[in-house]
């Protein structure tokens, strides 16, 4: 094939700069040269500030179950529908050169290409976080990244964060759980972790929670063999998850729901006294049982990773009719910050590239920037003002208002809410050979800080369960540490 400019010119040589005579100087007007060398210098648009690492493929969405009673969503109307859907894994701390067998949360993003839009649904493959409030998002991911001075990684600054936000607790006991080292992508679930809601035809709303369970069933690695695939095939992940596919593989998720009323969730509150659009508490099924929903699969590769995984674009807040959010202010946070960072890192007009373009037709008054394509067209590039008023009713798409209680201000939880139960109760799940692997894979970093953040963060560990403090003590002093 003859290679041409950006702009379809042909090339004359590919191979030889012009210059002036044999061995130059290189001439200003060999614009192909500037050309090629201008596109390889900004061939890397800027990182992912988190889930650096990822990969991606497309697959489908099959309804199994009636939810009609819950959503008017369209994906939904009947059993055997399909929507088309893309999936981007991803390491959450690393940056794009890390090993996939770090521990640390995996990101689960699913998008659903829906006849009225694209659904996003942005989650981890845990169905807590560390944080209950955005605000301290930023200072928490700082804390995963690189000293300023060292350039290292930092035990000192993730159990000072940790030891110092009790919150955290039901996360890190998952993350040092052997949960923190799945092995690969298709042996985990996956969990929209965010309370959401759906709105019926009638208009009435229920809170939900959404579970992806692999068919494939859990697998996860240890720590020694984490470290030994790291150092022998850090993309063991990524190469997993696409010969799968690319071989009939194809990787299955049952696709489930917890639902709620609001009086329900009240009434579970008032009983527990926790908050259900925590993001660090879950709800118990026997609560809140599993509702079957459909099945998702994976069954495409992408044909180029940068235009169709490193660019994807998901943020939470994209939700279709039939949909709504909900109280919780980590997604009121992630909201805004999910679209922000796609402004940023990949451009204004991100939803126009195919991988995140929705599938059916749209039209706004958006126009310009980069990456601009059509731009319109000669469409207006405005909407009329209605004299009559546009007669809003409720949030929009028919979902009802949402009472507001209470006075406008900043409140500070920590001391009133209860951060131990849940955590203490993850712990005691656990059989006995989990719980030593839980001590040993928090002994090894938290034994590299001074005392003062360890027994901080031990006494955390004493008040979700005396056995989990004492297990971890007993691990640290076998590698050393001196502990009153």
Same mark, same amino acid.
């Given at each position: 094939?003859?290679i041409?400019?950006?702009s379809?010119?042909?090339?004359?040589?590919?191979?030889?700069?012009?210059t002036?005579?044999?061995r130059?100087?290189v001439?200003l007007?060999?614009?192909?040269?500037?050309?090629?060398l201008?596109?390889f210098?900004?061939?890397?648009i800027?990182?992912?500030?988190?889930?650096?690492?990822?990969?991606?493929?497309?697959?489908?969405?099959?309804v199994?179950?009636?939810?009609?009673?819950?959503?008017?969503?369209?994906?939904?109307?009947?059993?055997?529908?399909?929507?088309?859907?893309?999936?981007?894994?991803?390491?959450?701390?690393?940056?794009?050169?890390s090993?996939?067998?770090e521990?640390?949360?995996r990101?689960f993003?699913?998008?659903?290409y829906?006849?009225?839009?694209?659904?996003?649904?942005v989650g981890?493959?845990?169905?807590?976080?560390?944080?209950?409030?955005?605000?301290?998002?930023p200072d928490?991911?700082h804390?995963?990244?690189?000293?300023?001075?060292?350039n290292?990684k930092?035990?000192t600054?993730?159990?000072d964060?940790?030891?110092?936000?009790?919150e955290?607790?039901?996360?890190?006991?998952t993350?040092?759980?052997?949960?923190g080292t799945?092995?690969?992508?298709?042996?985990m679930?996956?969990?929209?972790?965010h309370?959401?809601?759906?709105i019926n035809?009638?208009?009435?709303?229920v809170?939900?929670?959404w579970?992806?369970?692999?068919?494939?069933?859990?697998?996860?690695?240890s720590?020694e063999?984490?470290t030994?695939?790291?150092?022998?095939?850090?993309?063991?992940a990524?190469?997993?998850l696409f010969?799968?596919i690319?071989?009939?593989?194809?990787?299955?998720?049952?696709?489930k729901?917890?639902?709620?009323?609001e009086?329900?969730?009240?009434?579970?509150?008032?009983?527990?006294g926790?908050?259900?659009?925590d993001?660090?508490?879950?709800?118990?099924?026997?609560?809140?049982?599993? @509702?079957p929903?459909g099945v998702?699969?994976?069954?495409r590769?992408p044909?180029?990773y940068?235009?169709?995984?490193?660019?994807a674009?998901?943020?939470?807040?994209?939700?279709?009719?039939?949909?709504g959010?909900?109280?919780?202010k980590?997604?009121?946070?992630?909201?805004?910050?999910?679209?922000d960072?796609?402004l940023?890192r990949?451009?204004?007009?991100?939803?126009?590239?195919?991988?995140?373009a929705p599938?059916?037709?749209?039209h706004n008054q958006?126009?310009?920037?980069?990456?601009?394509?059509a731009?319109?067209?000669?469409?207006?590039?405005?909407?009329?003002?209605q004299?009559?008023?546009?007669?809003?009713?409720?949030?929009?798409?028919?979902?009802p208002?949402?009472?507001?209680?209470?006075?406008?201000?900043?409140?500070?939880?920590?001391?009133?809410?209860?951060?131990y139960?849940q955590a203490g109760?993850?712990?005691r799940?656990?059989?006995?050979?989990?719980q030593?692997?839980l001590?040993?894979?928090?002994?090894?970093?938290l034994?590299?800080?001074?005392?003062?953040?360890?027994?901080?963060?031990l006494?955390?560990f004493?008040?979700?369960?005396p056995?989990?403090?004492a297990g971890?003590?007993?691990? @640290?002093?076998?590698?050393?540490?001196n502990?009153a």
């Amino acid at each position: 094939m003859k290679i041409t400019t950006a702009s379809g010119i042909p090339v004359a040589d590919n191979q030889n700069s012009l210059t002036a005579g044999p061995r130059g100087p290189v001439l200003l007007q060999d614009f192909h040269l500037i050309e090629k060398l201008q596109h390889f210098n900004r061939e890397r648009i800027p990182e992912r500030v988190v889930h650096a690492k990822g990969s991606g493929a497309y697959g489908t969405f099959t309804v199994t179950h009636d939810i009609t009673k819950y959503s008017k969503a369209r994906l939904f109307a009947e059993v055997g529908k399909q929507t088309e859907t893309f999936l981007r894994f991803s390491t959450v701390g690393g940056e794009k050169g890390s090993a996939d067998t770090e521990r640390d949360p995996r990101g689960f993003a699913v998008r659903f290409y829906t006849e009225e839009g694209n659904w996003d649904l942005v989650g981890n493959n845990t169905p807590v976080f560390f944080l209950k409030d955005g605000i301290k998002f930023p200072d928490f991911i700082h804390t995963q990244k690189r000293d300023p001075q060292t350039n290292l990684k930092s035990p000192t600054a993730m159990f000072d964060f940790w030891s110092r936000t009790p919150e955290s607790l039901h996360q890190v006991t998952t993350l040092f759980s052997s949960r923190g080292t799945p092995d690969g992508y298709r042996h985990m679930h996956g969990f929209g972790s965010h309370t959401y809601s759906l709105i019926n035809a009638a208009g009435e709303r229920v809170y939900v929670k959404w579970h992806f369970l692999t068919q494939q069933g859990i697998k996860n690695l240890s720590a020694e063999e984490a470290t030994r695939i790291a150092g022998t095939d850090p993309d063991y992940a990524q190469r997993d998850l696409f010969t799968a596919i690319a071989g009939g593989d194809f990787p299955r998720w049952d696709v489930k729901v917890q639902v709620a009323t609001e009086a329900e969730l009240a009434a579970w509150e008032a009983r527990t006294g926790w908050n259900p659009f925590d993001l660090t508490k879950v709800w118990p099924h026997a609560d809140f049982p599993l @509702l079957p929903v459909g099945v998702l699969e994976l069954n495409r590769n992408p044909v180029n990773y940068h235009a169709e995984v490193e660019q994807a674009a998901l943020s939470p807040s994209n939700v279709v009719p039939g949909m709504g959010y909900s109280p919780d202010k980590m997604l009121q946070a992630r909201l805004f910050a999910y679209h922000d960072a796609q402004l940023y890192r990949v451009g204004t007009n991100h939803q126009h590239l195919p991988v995140n373009a929705p599938r059916c037709p749209f039209h706004n008054q958006q126009r310009d920037g980069a990456m601009a394509g059509a731009n319109g067209g000669a469409a207006v590039n405005y909407d009329p003002v209605q004299a009559q008023g546009s007669n809003p009713h409720g949030m929009g798409h028919g979902e009802p208002p949402l009472a507001l209680d209470g006075a406008a201000g900043r409140y500070d939880g920590r001391g009133k809410e209860d951060d131990y139960t849940q955590a203490g109760n993850l712990f005691r799940l656990m059989p006995a050979a989990e719980q030593q692997n839980l001590f040993n894979n928090i002994a090894g970093p938290l034994s590299q800080v001074n005392i003062e953040i360890i027994e901080r963060q031990l006494a955390h560990f004493d008040q979700a369960d005396p056995a989990y403090g004492a297990g971890v003590r007993a691990a @640290l002093k076998a590698r050393g540490v001196n502990l009153a």
